[in-house]
C-alpha cells in the first residue's frame, strides 16, 4: 500500500444529489446552503449538486423537487470559498437548455451519466461541455455488469468525446473489492484520462471497495456525508476522510470539521439512515437498481413469490432502469414455474 500513501486523490461529495433519492428530493435553498458551506469549511473540493437523477430529473417520472435545482445550484454557489460545484447529467433527462443555466448558475464540472454499455450516446454532452470549457466526468452506471474489458471500450469512447475522468460507478452496491480493484486497475492500465470511483454500500463493503479502487490507483472517489444516498447509501465521505488520513493519503479534507458536518448538519434533516437492511442487501446481492424493490415487493404480493427470487432473476438477466415494466413478466414466468413445481 506503499503507492497508495503517498497518493493524493480527490473527493467529491454527492450529499447533495445522490442524498436527493432518499431525501425525495426535498432539499430546502437553507439545507443546500448549510451543508455546502460546511462541506466547504472542511475542505471537501467538489461537491454535487442537482436532483438525485440530474439536470432536469424533476418530473412524475422520478419525482418532483420542493425546490427547483437552478435555484439550489445558485444557493451553492453563494457560499462556496474554494469547492468547486458539479451537477449530474442523464443524456436523453437533461438538455442543452438545463446545461446552459446550470453553467449560468454556478456549474463547473460535469458529470455525464451512461449506462455503462452506453457510452456512445454521451458525445454530444461531452463536447458541447468542453466548448464550455466544463472539466468533464465520464459516469459508467451499473459497472458490476459488464468485465473490466467491455467496461474499458466504453471508458474509450468516453475519453475520445473529451472526458477527462471516468468513472466505474457501482450503482447497485454489488461489487466486491476484488473486482473494484481489477476495473479501475484495467482502466488506469490502458486510458488516459484520470479514473474515478463511485461506491453503494448495499453489501457493506463501499469503504474497503473505494480502498481497493484507490489501491489500484484511482485519482477520484466520491462520498455522501452519513453515506446519505440511494440504496444502502455510498461511502460516508467523513468515514472516507478519516481512514485516508490515517492512510496518509492526501485528501485536503479538515477530518474533524467533515465529523461534525455529518453529525451535526446533514445528520438533523436526514429523514432515516440508509443502512444495509434484507432490502439493501437484496438490491446488492441482485444487482439491480434499488428502483425495482417496491415493484418486486407488489408483484411478489400478487404472485405468491418471495419479491427476493424475483429481484435476482431480474439481475441474472441484467435487468436495468427504464425496465420496471418487465417485473410482471418475470414474475408470471416464475409463478408459472413454482406453480409446476
Known amino acids: ?80 470559498e474554494q469547492a468547486r460545484i458539479a451537477a449530474l447529467l442523464l443524456p436523453g433527462i437533461g438538455t442543452l437548455k438545463e446545461l446552459r443555466e446550470a453553467v449560468e448558475r454556478g456549474v463547473q464540472i460535469l458529470r455525464i451519466a451512461t449506462h455503462c454499455t452506453e457510452a456512445d450516446i454521451s458525445q454530444e454532452h461531452f463536447e458541447i461541455a468542453k466548448e464550455m470549457d466544463l472539466e468533464t466526468v465520464g ?47 484495467v482502466f488506469k492500465e490502458n486510458l488516459d484520462t484520470q479514473v474515478g470511483y463511485h461506491a453503494h454500500n448495499n453489501l457493506g463493503v463501499g469503504i474497503g471497495n473505494s480502498l481497493a479502487a484507490l489501491e489500484a490507483g484511482a485519482d477520484q472517489l466520491d462520498g455522501s456525508l452519513r453515506g446519505l444516498g440511494a440504496g444502502a447509501g455510498n461511502a460516508p465521505t467523513e468515514l472516507l476522510a478519516a481512514v485516508l488520513d490515517k492512510m496518509g493519503v492526501e485528501t485536503g479534507i ?53 419479491p427476493r427470487d424475483l429481484l435476482v432473476e431480474l439481475g441474472r438477466r441484467e435487468a436495468v432502469a427504464g425496465q420496471e415494466d418487465w417485473i410482471i413478466d418475470v414474475a408470471l414466468e416464475l409463478a408459472k414455474k413454482k406453480g409446476a413445481a
Open 254 to 306: 479538515d477530518v474533524f470539521k467533515l465529523m461534525d458536518a455529518a453529525e451535526y448538519v446533514i445528520a438533523p434533516m436526514m429523514p432515516f439512515q440508509p443502512m444495509t437492511d434484507r432490502d439493501a442487501i437484496t438490491i446488492g446481492y441482485a444487482g439491480v437498481y434499488s428502483t425495482f424493490l417496491l415493484h418486486a415487493k407488489r408483484a411478489g404480493e400478487r404472485y405468491g413469490l418471495d
Open 1 to 80: 500500500m506503499t503507492e497508495a500513501r503517498q497518493k493524493a486523490v480527490r473527493i467529491t461529495d454527492t450529499s447533495l444529489r445522490d442524498g436527493s433519492h432518499p431525501m425525495s428530493h426535498q432539499f430546502t435553498a437553507e439545507q443546500v446552503r448549510n451543508v455546502v458551506q460546511a462541506l466547504d469549511e472542511a475542505g471537501v473540493p467538489v461537491i454535487e449538486v442537482t436532483h438525485g437523477d440530474g439536470l432536469a430529473g424533476s418530473s412524475i417520472q422520478y419525482g418532483f423537487s420542493k425546490t427547483p435545482e437552478m435555484d439550489l445550484i445558485s444557493e451553492a454557489a453563494s457560499v462556496c
Open 139 to 185: 459516469f459508467l452506471m451499473m459497472s458490476h455488469m459488464r468485465p473490466p474489458e467491455d467496461l474499458l471500450e466504453q471508458a474509450k469512447l468516453m475519453e475520445s468525446y473529451g472526458a477527462d475522468c471516468v468513472y466505474i460507478v457501482d450503482s447497485a452496491g454489488a461489487m466486491l473489492p476484488r473486482e473494484a480493484g481489477e476495473k479501475v486497475k
